[in-house]
């Protein structure tokens, strides 16, 4: 944003995307078009591959791997300028991650946002090591994991005065599924699910009881912010997808969930 404004951030998260394995030769991806995504994510979530790689998770720890275990990410976060990420001007970031040893939601912004930090909000522990760090909250080397399990995301940064009064919550979780999860995957995926957007459901009920306060005059206005709460999503194409596409980058369904995003905001613009 801060050096190519719109444009420039599209293109490098379509950077981004790539280098996390995104990027689909044309024919590859018009052979994979007639299937859709749904069709494409059950057969990720049957191959043999996936399967056997569902089974050694959860046998095995991340930790087993000794000195050969390597984080993918990190020599692609490793490319990020954090010269410009973490500057004054642009917008306002905030990333989460969840403190191991408490269970404490921790918020790095600023110049505490590292590689270190950005692994730390994406480290689910059934598929990596802790992301282990100095804190400057505690004063000691601590152990992170990913930050959904305690904000997903945390709101209470953007209830500052400078910020807007608007929040946009964009949820790549649908809230509901109508179908009973009957595998161990369907199963752990719903467990996960429900974790993940209680963080965010208990927020969006404390926003709404301030809200109410202001409303009928207990709270004085000025006292709380005003805020009000908008959300972007796309929960049909989220229930047709299969656990397997949290795990197994594919370029078709990635680029699937960015369409589907752009479609997502033009018509919550509209």
């Given at each position: 944003m801060i050096k190519g404004g719109r444009e420039g951030a599209r293109e490098n998260l379509n950077w981004l995307w790539g280098q996390i394995g995104a990027s689909q030769t044309e024919?590859?991806?018009?052979?994979?078009?007639p299937f859709g995504p749904a069709g494409v994510s059950n057969a990720i979530g049957a191959s043999l591959p996936y399967l056997m790689g569902e089974a050694f998770s959860r046998l095995v720890s991340p930790y087993s791997y000794g000195p050969f275990y390597n984080n993918p990410l990190r020599a692609i976060v490793d490319q990020f300028d954090f010269a410009s990420i973490?500057?004054?001007?642009?917008?306002?970031?905030?990333?989460n991650a969840t403190r191991v040893?408490?269970?404490?939601?921790?918020?790095?912004r600023a110049e505490e946002v590292t590689t270190d930090a950005i692994l730390a909000s994406a480290c689910l522990p059934t598929?990596?090591?802790?992301?282990e760090m100095f804190d400057s909250e505690t004063g000691q080397t601590e152990a992170f994991w990913d930050g959904g399990y305690t904000g997903n995301p945390a709101l209470f940064p953007l209830f500052d005065g400078t910020l807007p009064e608007d929040i946009v919550v964009i949820k790549i979780n649908p809230l509901e599924r109508a179908e009973l999860p009957k595998t161990p995957q369907q199963i752990q995926n719903s467990l996960n699910e429900?974790?993940?957007n209680?963080?965010?459901?208990?927020?969006?009920r404390a926003i709404d009881f301030v809200q109410r306060l202001l409303e009928d005059g207990t709270l004085k206005p000025g006292r709380m912010s005003q805020v009000f709460t908008h959300m972007i999503a796309d929960?049909?194409?989220?229930?047709?997808l299969s656990i397997a596409t949290k795990s197994v980058p594919n370029g078709y369904i990635i680029e699937t969930l960015r369409d589907a995003g752009v479609k997502a905001a033009q018509a919550f613009l509209d």
């Open positions: 024919p590859l991806h018009q052979w994979l078009t973490c500057a004054d001007e642009g917008p306002a970031l905030f990333i040893r408490n269970g404490k939601l921790r918020v790095f598929m990596f090591q802790a992301v429900i974790s993940f209680s963080s965010l459901l208990r927020e969006m929960d049909a194409l989220m229930n047709d």
